[in-house]
């Protein structure tokens, strides 16, 4: 598991306080996109998506933005916890179609 | 429900050598997909099948082949392994295209392949 992750960025924060996450999406007609939380050695586990007609989104301690000006997403997660340590990476899609381009990821530590 | 399996979990082939990598998910999607991980790249999409009996070439189709065999199953094969084909594979499926709106991908645990 550890090929992957590799060189990538790495965000260290604190246990218990807030992590933000960004994302620069590539195409301008994407319309569709997901945040993905990955762990050591496994596959990429679902966190939660976004559609281009809304500009926030909620889950339980997640909230993702978009800004379709920039081109840009991020993911923010509340009162970071030891389990949430892992690489997230964006992915984008144009409705109606089956390709996904998928972000390289960050790397998220959790600092105890 | 397991959601979407993959076997093996690991494989080291000799340059030339075949395999085929199976896939299965149990959520009655329409929509499977086969991407490669490496380093410092995001997945890239090797093949994907958008509905049982349809597969279509995706980012990177050179060296590989794939069947759909049935609504769950989602083969993919590797006809003379190359080193280049040194990676981790992912499986994916999802619902697909449905009432206008697409669906997020939902992973399998991988493939580790070495090619020597």
């Known amino acids: 598991g550890e090929s992957v992750g590799l060189h990538l960025p790495t965000l260290s924060v604190q246990e218990g306080d807030n992590s933000i996450i960004n994302c620069a999406y590539s195409n301008s007609a994407s319309d569709y996109f997901i945040w993905y939380k990955q762990e050591s050695g496994k596959g990429p586990q679902f966190i939660i998506d976004i559609r281009s007609n809304m500009d926030k989104r909620q889950g339980q301690r997640v909230t993702v933005l978009l800004n379709k000006t920039v081109k840009h997403l991020s993911l923010q997660i509340a009162a970071t916890q030891p389990g949430d340590s892992a690489v997230y990476f964006c992915a984008e899609n144009k409705e109606g179609t089956y390709k996904y381009i998928f972000g390289t990821g960050t790397r998220l530590k959790v600092l105890a | 429900n397991a959601g979407v399996t993959q076997t093996p979990k690991f494989q080291v082939l000799k340059t030339g050598q075949s395999m085929t990598l199976q896939c299965a998910q149990d959520?009655?999607?329409?929509?499977m997909y086969w991407y490669r991980q490496d380093p410092g790249m995001g997945l890239r999409l090797i093949y994907y099948s958008a509905s049982e009996g349809t597969t279509d070439k995706g980012e990177v189709p050179n060296g590989y082949n794939v069947s759909r065999l049935n609504k769950r199953e989602f083969s993919l094969r590797l006809e003379s392994a190359a080193p280049s084909q040194t990676s981790v594979y992912f499986c994916a499926s999802s619902a697909g295209y449905v009432g206008g709106l697409s669906n997020e991908q939902f992973f399998g645990p991988g493939t580790r392949l070495t090619v020597l």
């Open positions: 959520m009655n999607h329409n929509s």
